[in-house]
């Protein structure tokens, strides 16, 4: 991985197709929540099928949590969506058939010349495309577990979200008050 690609730094917002043919940037997709970006080997590993049936059993709860996944593959367009098809995943799968990311991040899995694809890895991400998180799933044991994911988010969002303890002084008096800003969907007149 790029020496800059660190927790703490931000991810480059790249612009890829996605598996409906949509050009997609990666801050669009993420829309100011944590999100989990997979950058995956794609359809043919065994080990990304596993991981993405994984998170396709723990989407209700990402789903719930105002947390967004994307999944980047090498895969052509039909590929990437066998794959999503075939894992039963709900969130956006981007196509990166040139190769664009591998190249730019400096993650070619160099020990597979049949099908070139990236070192995947698992990150995890503040808003704004802030790095918290980086895995390694050169090894499948270096893929993070849901039960990991989970404390990942849990973190992140305590941090981003200042409504994080509800029963924090002030924060009742800033719901009732003019400031609501800080609370992530709230009604769009006052309470009688």
């Keep these: 991985m790029r020496a800059d690609i660190v927790p703490g730094a931000h991810f480059p917002d790249y612009e890829l197709t996605d598996h409906t043919k949509v050009r997609r940037r990666l801050s669009e997709l993420q829309d100011g929540n944590p999100m989990i970006l997979l950058l995956s080997r794609g359809h ?5 099928h596993q991981q993405h049936l994984e998170l396709a059993a ?26 999503r098809d075939a894992v039963g995943a709900q969130w956006p799968f981007l196509s990166d058939q ?10 070619q899995e160099y020990t597979d010349s049949t099908h070139d694809p990236m070192i995947p890895h698992t990150l995890v991400l503040e808003p704004d495309l802030v790095i918290y998180k980086i895995y390694n799933g050169y090894w499948f044991w270096g893929r993070p577990s849901t039960a990991e994911l989970w404390q990942d988010l ?32 709230r009604p769009r007149t006052k309470p009688a």
């Design 44 to 48: 043919f590993c065994p080990k990304d």
């Design 58 to 83: 723990f989407y209700p709860k990402i789903a719930v949590a105002y947390t967004r996944i994307v999944t980047i593959a090498t895969d052509n367009l039909y590929e990437l969506n066998e794959f």
């Design 98 to 107: 040139r190769r664009t990311i591998q190249k730019d991040l400096q993650i």
């Design 154 to 185: 849990r973190e992140v969002t305590r941090k981003v979200r200042p409504d994080w303890d509800i029963t924090a002084p002030g924060l009742r008096e800033d719901w009732e008050g003019e400031r609501r800003l800080h609370f992530p969907y």
